[in-house]
C-alpha cells in the first residue's frame, strides 16, 4: 500500500466535522511517523499558500519533485491539501502539533523547514508573506534565528550564499570547529540517517541539494586557507 493511500485512510478515518490537525494525534510510532511527516508537509505548505494568496503551478510542481504521487493517489493528496487550506485552525496549531511530534529530532523539523523553503521559492518569487510564515513556523519549532538564516540562505538567491552561514557558523569561528560543524551536517544529510528519522524516501531527495551547499561552502571556506 502506497504512502498516499495510507494517508488518505488517515484522513477518512477522522470523525465528521473534525479538524485534519487530529490527524497527528493518530500518527505517533514508525512507520506511521513519517506519514505524518508528509501530510505535514502537505499541511503547511497549503497554510503557507494561504499566506501569499495563491498557488502557483511551479509551487505544484516543486511539490511533486518532493513527493511522487501516482495517479490513483491524487485524488488522496488533493483532498489533505484543501482540508488543511479550509481548516478554520491556524497554522500555529499544526506547526505546534508537528513540534509536539517531532521536538525530539530537531534534524527533522529541519528537513520539514526544508521542503517547505523549496516549495515557497518555486516560482521565483520569494513573497514577505511566505518569508514571515516560515520565520513563525520556525520559532514554533524551537529553531533559532542562525539555523533559520542558514536555510533561507539556501533557498533564497537575493544575494551569493555566505559559506559561513550555510554551515552555521562565524568568520570567528576556529577552523577545527569549523570542520566538526561541516561534518555533522554532512552526517545529518546522509540518505541513511534521514530514513532512520522516518523522512519518507521521496523527501531524502531535498539532502542532495543541501550536501551540495554544505560541501561547497566548506571548499570555499578551506580553500581560503585559514
Request: hydrophobic share 45%; charged share 30%; with cysteine.
Amino acid at each position: 500500500m502506497s504512502i498516499w493511500s495510507r494517508i488518505s485512510q488517515a484522513v477518512a478515518a477522522l470523525a465528521s466535522g473534525e479538524g485534519l490537525s487530529a490527524v497527528f494525534d493518530k500518527l505517533r510510532s514508525p512507520p506511521e511517523r513519517s506519514i505524518a511527516f508528509t501530510i505535514a508537509v502537505i499541511a503547511l505548505s497549503a497554510k503557507m499558500a494561504k499566506a501569499d494568496g495563491l498557488v502557483t503551478r511551479d509551487e505544484v510542481t516543486a511539490f511533486r519533485e518532493v513527493f511522487h504521487i501516482a495517479p490513483e493517489d491524487e485524488e488522496g493528496a488533493a483532498k489533505v491539501f484543501n482540508l488543511a487550506r479550509q481548516d478554520v485552525a491556524g497554522f500555529e496549531i499544526y506547526a505546534q502539533r508537528i513540534q509536539r511530534m517531532f521536538g525530539d529530532e530537531p534534524s527533522t523539523l529541519c528537513d520539514l523547514m526544508e521542503g517547505l523553503f523549496h516549495i515557497a521559492v518555486a516560482d521565483g518569487n520569494y513573497h514577505p508573506a511566505e518569508d514571515g510564515f516560515l520565520a513563525e513556523v520556525a520559532e514554533i519549532f524551537g529553531m533559532d534565528d542562525l539555523r533559520f538564516r542558514t536555510l533561507r540562505s539556501r533557498f533564497v538567491e537575493e544575494m551569493p550564499a555566505d559559506p559561513y552561514t550555510v554551515l552555521g557558523v562565524t568568520p570567528d569561528t576556529p577552523m577545527p570547529e569549523i570542520r566538526k560543524a561541516w561534518r555533522q551536517l554532512v552526517r545529518e544529510s546522509h540518505p541513511d540517517i534521514m530514513i532512520a528519522r522516518g523522512v519518507p524516501e521521496e523527501a531524502v531527495k531535498l539532502s542532495e541539494r543541501r550536501m551540495q551547499d554544505i560541501n561547497e561552502a566548506w571548499a570555499e571556506i578551506s580553500g581560503k586557507g585559514r
